[in-house]
C-alpha cells in the first residue's frame, strides 16, 4: 500500500461514508500546524477525538434541537455523566427530581458527592410544589445546575419550565433529559433549557440495534463537555453515527406514526375496568395534562397503566400477552412491555417503591410503529378478561 493515498473517489454519494479509522494521517509538517495547531483546516488526528460521520450527524442533531453545537457519546448515561463531571465541581450545588431515571437518580447519590458536589432531590409529583422548592435552594445555595427530566419514567410527570427558569438565579445551568419527548414532539431548548440530553437509543434512533448518546445545546457548554469527552474517550464508532444517521431520516414519520398510536391505545386502557390508572400525557386525566397541552406538541407511544394486582398476579398477566416483547426499551420497531417492580425496581424494598410511587401492578407498555394497533388491543383485552377471577390482593397500596 502506498504511503500516501489517492484523493478518494466517489466523495459525492448521497449517503455519508462510514470512518472506522483509530488514526488520521498529515501530508506533511506544514498539515500538522494547520489541522492539528491552529485547526485551520479540517483534519483528523485520532479516533477518540475526530470522526468525519460524527460531525455530520451532531450538524444534523444541532438542526433537529435547534442547538448551537452537539456531542454524540457511546451511551445515554455517559452524555449524562459527562456532561455532570465537566460543569461541577467540589462546592457547587445541584438540584434533580426525585422521579428521574434511577441511574441518573446514582450518579446524584452516590457518584458526584465523592467530589463534593452536593445534590438535593425535590419530587416533581406536585409541580407548583417543586418550583418552590427550586425558588428556596436557590436562595441559599449556589446552585451551579439543575437536571430535569420530562416526561419522567413511569409516571410521565412534567415540569412547568417557565416558572422553574424564573425561580433560579441567571447563571444556574438547565440541563433536561429529553429522552421521552425529543424534537418534535418537544424542543427543550425553546423553552429556556441550557443543554437537552438524549438516549439516543430510544425515539432518536428508533430502530432498536444501536446505544448512542446525545447532548445538544449552548456551544461554550458543550465546548467544556466536549474536553471532557476527548479525555475520557466515551465515543461511538463510526457505523453507530452512520445508523444514527440514517434513523434521523425517518424521525418525523416515526414519531408521528406512534403518537397516534400511544392516543389509541391509552384511550383503550382508560376504558377498561380492569385497569386501576392510566398515565398518558395526552389523556386528560394525566395530573400534568395542563402542562402537557403548554409544553408538547405530541405524547409518543409510552404508557405506564396500574392493575389493582400484587406483584405475582401482575407477573402472570404480563406473561399472558403474546404480542409485545416482555423487554426494557422504547421507541423501537417492536411493542415492548415490562413489570416495572419486576424489571427496572426490581432491588427496591416496599418503601422505596412507595417512596417512588411505583405499585407491584405498574405495567409500562412501549408501543413499535411497526405493529398493528387492533392487534396489541385484542391481546391487552384478552389478558385483562382473564383477570376476572383473579383475587385482589395487593402488596403495595401505592398507586402509580
Not at 483509530?22 to 501530508?27: G, K, L, Q, R
Amino acid at each position: 500500500m502506498p504511503k500516501k493515498r489517492e484523493i478518494e473517489a466517489y466523495n459525492n454519494s448521497v449517503n455519508i461514508p462510514v470512518y472506522n479509522s483509530a488514526s488520521y494521517y498529515f501530508d506533511d509538517r506544514e498539515q500538522v500546524i494547520e489541522g492539528l495547531h491552529k485547526k485551520s483546516i479540517p483534519v483528523g488526528r485520532y479516533g477518540r477525538y475526530n470522526n468525519p460521520t460524527w460531525v455530520h450527524v451532531e450538524n444534523r442533531l444541532s438542526q433537529l434541537s435547534r442547538a448551537e453545537d452537539t456531542l454524540i457519546f457511546s451511551s445515554g448515561m455517559a452524555a449524562h455523566f459527562t456532561t455532570f463531571i465537566a460543569l461541577l465541581k467540589a462546592g457547587d450545588h445541584v438540584i434533580f427530581p426525585a422521579e428521574c431515571y434511577r441511574q441518573v437518580r446514582n450518579i446524584f447519590h452516590k457518584i458526584l458527592p465523592k467530589y463534593g458536589v452536593i445534590a438535593h432531590e425535590v419530587s416533581i409529583v406536585d409541580p407548583e410544589e417543586f418550583v418552590n422548592q427550586v425558588e428556596s435552594l436557590s436562595k441559599k445555595h449556589n446552585v451551579r445546575l439543575i437536571h430535569l427530566e420530562m416526561p419522567s419514567s413511569p409516571h410521565m410527570y412534567l415540569i412547568d419550565l417557565c416558572k422553574v427558569k424564573d425561580a433560579l438565579k441567571k447563571e444556574t445551568i438547565i440541563t433536561m433529559d429529553s429522552s421521552f419527548a425529543p424534537p418534535p414532539n418537544f424542543y427543550a431548548l425553546d423553552w429556556g433549557v441550557d443543554l437537552a440530553i438524549f438516549s439516543g437509543t430510544k425515539y432518536l434512533n428508533g430502530h432498536g440495534d444501536i446505544i448512542v448518546g446525545v447532548v445538544s445545546g449552548k456551544k461554550e457548554l458543550i465546548e467544556e463537555i466536549n474536553w471532557y469527552r476527548d479525555t475520557t474517550g466515551p465515543v461511538p464508532d463510526g457505523q453507530v453515527a452512520y445508523l444514527l444517521n440514517r434513523s434521523l431520516h425517518t424521525l418525523n414519520l416515526r414519531i408521528k406514526e406512534i403518537n397516534e398510536k400511544g392516543l389509541k391505545v391509552a384511550n383503550f386502557l382508560q376504558s377498561r375496568p380492569e385497569i386501576k390508572s392510566v398515565l398518558y400525557t395526552g389523556l386528560e386525566t394525566h395530573p400534568h395534562y395542563a402542562l402537557a397541552k403548554k409544553y408538547l406538541n405530541g405524547h409518543g407511544g409510552v404508557i405506564t397503566f396500574a392493575l389493582d394486582l400484587n406483584e405475582e398476579q401482575t407477573s402472570n398477566f404480563v406473561d399472558s400477552l403474546k404480542e409485545p416483547f416482555m423487554a426494557s426499551n422504547f421507541g423501537a420497531p417492536q411493542t415492548l412491555i415490562e413489570q416495572s417492580t419486576f424489571f427496572t425496581y426490581y432491588e427496591y424494598s416496599e418503601k422505596e417503591l412507595d417512596d417512588i410511587g411505583v405499585s407491584y401492578g405498574t405495567v409500562r407498555l412501549a408501543l413499535g410503529y411497526i405493529d398493528d394497533t387492533d392487534a396489541i388491543i385484542a391481546d391487552i383485552s384478552k389478558a385483562l378478561s382473564s383477570l376476572a377471577g383473579e383475587v385482589n390482593d395487593v402488596k403495595n397500596p401505592t398507586t402509580v
